[in-house]
């Protein structure tokens, strides 16, 4: 517990106030920003800020030219308040009185001191660096001494600190319980969106940045003794340009053959774009024999509450057609969606005019469920009539023995 002090006892509504020391940790830890408030030349500032927590020390990042920072050098220190505040909700009552908000919020006072010391300061920039992404300070380039001298860096021993917070619901008073307005909480959280690649980065997106979402949209890599699939990446975009680069592996699909790498690895960003929005799952499609890429994969139309998934956008090279490439990659997918995501339908989709590829998906095992009419639009204008075929969970273990049968009579390919 933190002793209160003139400074952090509350004046009113005491029952929302904490001295808890893990609670008050857990607040710091969990925000991303906080607010330091100072006097210069009697006149109050707030600055906004990061910062981090370590142990009952709590490390502000600042550039060495600012004010506080200046303040903060001589052997006195710079006395501070900081605020850090979670907004966890709206609270909507009947009466106007009573709307109020669900929160969680921290003040601190005491003197905060400029941080001189060239280790320490680097222990608390990679502290800080660390609270952004667990690993992302081995997976970045430390500051030089130049740039570590540019920033400044105040400590703020954690002595005199509050906990303030909101939580529950409605306050209305009951005299009001039956008036016609819509009372409730509307709840309210921080949440990461999709990591957008800075220009040029051909890298794939650091685990500690993917979202942890739902396994139906994760393309964790699968194996087998014809092709391996692993996550598609920009990085890909070269080889799979070179492997694909024949019209007749485009006759039929939703883009032109690419007309050089860079076209490819605009569909590459597409696709890549389509799985930050949760659209698309894509693989890439590798010879399990000499580790070259010879196309790609992917789910679609992911839907985890109806137990639904549908494969397609495939490209296979043409050396790899008929070889058991596209007959093992369809196996791994329908092994993950049906024995390893709990699926209970999966479906394809094909132009109408594409009779190899029809064949293909029967072969697979699948039952055609009809033709979606100007179903979508092709590359040259035109629209596409487009026939679905579908496998459901009670198909799929006779389909599984006959596809595993297929791969036993075919020779990898490579």
């Not at 009185?97 to 005491?110: L, P």
């Not at 139906?216 to 890599?221: G, K, L």
């Not at 860079?262 to 949760?278: E, Q, S, Y």
Request: net charge neutral; proline share 8%; aromatic share 6%.
């Amino acid at each position: 517990m933190y002793p209160p002090t003139a400074r952090t006892t509350a004046t009113r509504i005491r029952d929302r106030m904490s001295y808890d020391r893990a609670a008050a940790h857990a607040v710091l830890d969990e925000a991303y920003h906080c607010v330091l408030g100072f006097v210069v030349d009697g006149e109050p500032r707030l600055l906004p800020t990061l910062h981090v927590r370590v142990g009952d020390t709590l490390y502000l990042h600042g550039s060495t030219g600012s004010r506080p920072l200046l303040a903060a050098r001589g052997d006195a220190g710079l006395p501070v308040c900081v605020t850090v505040t979670l907004l966890d909700g709206l609270v909507y009552a009947r009466s106007q009185f009573h709307h109020s908000a669900n929160y969680r919020s921290v003040v601190a006072h005491g003197t905060a001191h400029l941080v001189t010391d060239e280790g320490d300061k680097r222990t608390a920039m990679a502290a800080l660096v660390e609270k952004v992404g667990v690993g992302r300070g081995a997976d970045s380039r430390p500051p030089n001494r130049r740039e570590l001298a540019e920033t400044a860096v105040l400590a703020l021993p954690l002595r005199e600190v509050s906990v303030r917070s909101r939580g529950g619901g409605v306050g209305d008073d009951p005299a009001d319980l039956d008036l016609p307005h819509w009372a409730g909480v509307v709840p309210l959280r921080l949440t990461a969106g999709p990591p957008e690649p800075d220009a040029g980065v051909t890298v794939p997106v650091p685990a500690y940045l993917r979202p942890a979402g739902s396994p139906w949209r994760e393309p964790v890599p699968l194996g087998g003794a014809h092709v391996l699939l692993e996550p598609l990446e920009l990085a890909h975009a070269d080889e799979l340009y070179t492997a694909t680069a024949e019209p007749e592996v485009w006759a039929h699909l939703g883009h032109p053959l690419p007309a050089d790498p860079d076209a490819m690895r605009a569909i590459v960003a597409a696709a890549l774009a389509a799985r930050r929005g949760g659209e698309r799952v894509p693989w890439v499609q590798r010879c399990a024999r000499t580790g070259a890429v010879i196309g790609t994969t992917s789910y679609y139309e992911v839907d985890p509450e109806r137990r639904s998934v549908a494969i397609g956008h495939t490209w296979l090279g043409r050396p790899w057609w008929r070889s058991g490439v596209n007959t093992e990659a369809k196996l791994l997918l329908l092994t993950r969606a049906f024995d390893e995501l709990g699926a209970v339908r999966v479906v394809w989709h094909t132009d109408i005019r594409n009779t190899r590829s029809q064949a293909a998906i029967e072969r697979l095992g699948a039952h055609r469920e009809g033709v979606l009419r100007m179903h979508r639009q092709r590359p040259d204008g035109s629209w596409r009539d487009t026939a679905q075929y579908a496998m459901t969970v009670d198909e799929w273990p006779n389909a599984q023995v006959k596809l595993r049968e297929r791969l036993r009579r075919t020779a990898p390919v490579g």
